[in-house]
């Protein structure tokens, strides 16, 4: 073994946890399947900084800050980095873990002793009406072609969905000249009474973080751009792309013409690598979600396999950094590599940091819950993408007693397709639990096999070469 | 739908079904088709819809193509090379067994 920590993802959290392992003396791998560091928040963060372009300054500091971050951790001689390389294959051994790597033409097998999952998380899938159509897509697949090709919608695109991302979006879309056509917010304009008490709980400590979310939504009103609250349908229309939306609110419909439709429904975590892995996972109900569960320095059910960052539960990237500073000190400590002082010092303060932060998403999730209409699409809707299977087909399997997920998948072919069940895992999961009364817990989901990311057969018989 | 907040400093061409489209070097095969405004990537083969990037992080494989010399690839993942060639995915439609 050539390394004794290998850490998938080189976002906030993976590189987090790979400076601070590096700084403790481990020898540590990054992996990522990006061609640069960053993650999502900060995707391409070092290419638009080379070119020294106009880019940046759109999408603002929350952007630009993130290029400490990664120099500070180019800066460690103890990384050795793997862009531009796929995990498609991981393994739980008894003493050691053993992950299948694809770069270009070329698959090979590594392994170590720890291997930290820092994957982060991917836009809440959506089902709605029409959402199969070209020109709907995600707020944050929009903010990644902006972020890695300096690509903007035209004026008239539709934001819609809830959650901070819409309002930060917008903005940088205001700063970059583009005028969308209206905002259709699902959540409510004013925070109801019920959510006063967590408010009040995190204003203070969270102040700056708050009034940059006023900030952003003052600013989408002085620019005159339509910020409609309280929307709660959708529907994407359109012959062989997306020509309009109708949408709902106050009990009426309405509709609005675009050429394309952004929506976002917050983030989950992207667990099939844990799942693959055979880690148990939690439900968070609140949010919706499967999430690993993690014991209290971060390891999960697998000896060896830890998790860092918005892949272990959303918490966003200044906590997926201090969750992998402490990971980094947990694992160092089972390497038997010595801590500083100052370390440890820092170790008290990022406790109680990550629980300000808890309490602030606390708050921020309350706000923007997973919308409803998303979690109970109409029958004719599809929720398998790859296979166009709809909402009632899994309905109607369930009612004639289908055991789960993963008899869903054998009856339906729902989760089969390319993308391997993450585009319809939680929405099959959810409409099961719906028709048969029973928990999600119960009703579980979709079990992952290898490989994770597609390989070819040349590929894998470059293995025989290495 | 998308369009270039800034010029292209570094031109690549390539192909898509036949069509000589000019990105920037470096812009992923997705990005360099939608600033060229093509929307229709793939065809689903359950239905023939049309289908096109919703993801971009490689996570729905909705931006599929067909890339010469390397078969069926995610638009969302590979980046353009100066004379590649690609088009998009047929998808062959195979009606739908009955349960
Ligand atoms: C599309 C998108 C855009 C977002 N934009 C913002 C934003 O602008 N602002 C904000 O505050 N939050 C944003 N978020 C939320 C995001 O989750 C951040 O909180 C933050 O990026 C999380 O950091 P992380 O280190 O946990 O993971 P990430 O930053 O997501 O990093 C995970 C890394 O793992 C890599 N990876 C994943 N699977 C594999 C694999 N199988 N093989 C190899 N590498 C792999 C990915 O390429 C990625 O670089 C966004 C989320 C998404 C999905
Ligand atoms: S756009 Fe989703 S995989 Fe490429």
Not at chain 1, 31 to 48: L, N, T
Not at chain 1, 198 to 227: D, E, N
Not at chain 1, 311 to 338: D, F, H, P, S, Y
Not at chain 1, 394 to 414: D, S, W
Request: proline share 4%.
């Amino acid at each position: 073994m050539t390394h004794d920590v290998l850490v998938i993802g080189a976002g906030p959290g993976g590189l987090s946890v790979a400076s601070g392992l590096a700084r403790a003396g481990a020898c540590v791998q990054v992996i990522d399947e990006q061609p640069y560091a960053g993650g999502q928040i900060f995707r391409a963060s070092e290419k638009s900084a080379r070119a020294g372009n106009e880019i940046r300054g759109w999408l603002g500091e929350e952007y630009s800050g993130g290029l400490d971050l990664i120099r500070s951790a180019k800066r460690q001689e103890r990384i050795d980095w793997q862009f531009a390389t796929s995990v498609w294959d991981i393994r739980c051994e008894d003493d050691h873990i053993e992950l299948g790597l694809v770069h270009g033409e070329t698959a090979s097998i590594t392994q170590a002793r720890h291997v930290v999952l820092a994957s982060g998380a991917m836009e809440r899938p959506a089902p709605f009406k029409g959402w199969t159509l070209p020109g709907v897509m995600g707020i944050g697949a929009a903010q990644t072609l902006f972020k890695d090709a300096g690509l903007v919608p035209e004026n008239g695109v539709v934001l819609a969905g809830s959650g901070p991302l819409l309002y930060l979006f917008a903005n940088q879309l205001l700063s970059a000249g583009v005028r969308p056509g209206a905002i259709l917010d699902f959540a409510a304009k004013w925070v109801s009474a019920q959510h006063l008490v967590p408010l009040t709980r995190v204003a203070w400590h969270s102040r700056t973080a708050l009034l940059k979310g006023l900030k952003w939504r003052s600013r989408i009103a002085r620019a005159g751009i339509p910020h409609l609250f309280g929307v709660d349908e959708l529907e994407a229309v359109g012959k062989d792309e997306v020509q309009g939306v109708h949408y709902r609110k106050g009990g009426q419909s309405h509709q609005f013409e675009t050429s394309l439709l952004l929506v976002h429904d917050g983030v989950i975590p992207n667990t099939h690598m844990t799942v693959a892995a055979g880690c148990d996972h939690n439900w968070l109900a609140q949010q919706q979600y499967w999430q690993p569960g993690l014991n209290d320095k971060g390891q999960t059910s697998q000896q060896g396999l830890w998790v860092v960052g918005d892949c272990a539960g959303i918490m966003g990237a200044e906590a997926a950094e201090i969750q992998g500073r402490i990971v980094a000190r947990n694992i160092a400590g089972k390497l038997g590599l010595a801590i500083g002082k100052a370390e440890a010092t820092q170790a008290q303060k990022d406790l109680a940091e990550l629980k300000k932060l808890a309490a602030l998403r606390q708050f921020i999730d309350l706000q923007y819950p997973p919308a409803k209409t998303f979690a109970t699409p109409a029958d004719d809707t599809v929720i398998c993408r790859c296979e166009a299977v709809t909402a009632g087909e899994i309905r109607e399997i369930a009612q004639l007693g289908c055991q789960g997920p993963n008899q869903a998948r054998a009856f339906t072919r729902a989760g089969m397709g390319p993308c391997m069940g993450r585009g319809c895992g939680l929405s099959v999961s959810r409409l099961m639990a719906e028709v048969s009364g029973n928990d999600i817990e119960q009703v579980g989901h979709y079990s992952t096999r290898t490989p994770l990311k597609p390989v070819t057969l040349s590929q894998l018989a470059s293995l025989n070469d290495t | 739908m998308f369009r270039r907040g800034q010029e292209i400093a570094n031109p690549v061409r390539f192909k898509f079904n036949g069509q000589t489209i000019t990105s920037e070097d470096g812009d992923t095969i997705a990005a360099a088709l939608l600033a060229a405004g093509v929307t229709h990537f793939r065809t689903a083969p359950e239905d023939a819809s049309n289908r096109g990037p919703l993801c971009m992080i490689g996570n729905c494989f909705e931006c599929l193509v067909d890339i010469k010399g390397k078969g069926s690839r995610q638009a969302c993942r590979e980046r353009v090379v100066e004379g590649m060639s690609v088009r998009s995915h047929p998808g062959l439609v195979v009606p739908k067994a009955q349960p």
